[in-house]
């Protein structure tokens, strides 16, 4: 994997930094997945919302079953399931020990108030 610039930062997150949820947004095709995924190994398990059965069975879940089920996730796509934020927010809202990890292209800022609505998220943003 090549050398990025997040990669320190993210590390350092997923080795118990103060936030439980980060944001990794940027353009198409720029690496955010395989950055995401060459960091997060096997502590964090992948999830891809661009699989519909997926997406669809993820949405179903509420905040207790997604923090049993998927205590630490990367959480692809998320722009695909604005929805999904209400629910990593009760998790962490309800003091659970989640961690995730969301990525999506520079279309997550419509998501607005939604996606600042999660506490604890650390934007890392885009780097053009």
């Known amino acids: 994997m090549k050398r990025r610039w997040l990669t320190g930062d993210l590390k350092s997150w997923m080795d118990g930094g ?5 944001v ?5 095709q720029t690496g955010k997945t395989t950055l995401a995924r060459g960091v997060a190994g096997d502590r ?4 891809s919302l661009d699989d519909p059965v997926l997406r669809t069975e993820i ?16 959480l692809d796509e998320v722009r695909k399931a604005p929805a999904l934020l209400e629910v990593v927010k009760a998790v962490l ?12 292209s ?9 996606l ?3 506490p604890d998220v650390l934007l890392f943003g885009e780097r053009m």
């Open 18 to 22: 103060r936030k439980r949820a980060t």
């Open 24 to 28: 990794l947004a940027g353009a198409r």
């Open 44 to 47: 964090l398990r992948y999830l």
């Open 59 to 74: 949405l179903r879940l509420p905040a207790e079953s997604l923090a049993r089920h998927f205590p630490a996730a990367v």
């Open 93 to 104: 809202d309800a003091g659970g020990q989640g961690r995730y990890l969301l990525l999506g």
């Open 106 to 114: 520079s279309h997550l800022l419509p998501l607005g108030e939604r």
């Open 116 to 118: 600042w609505a999660v």
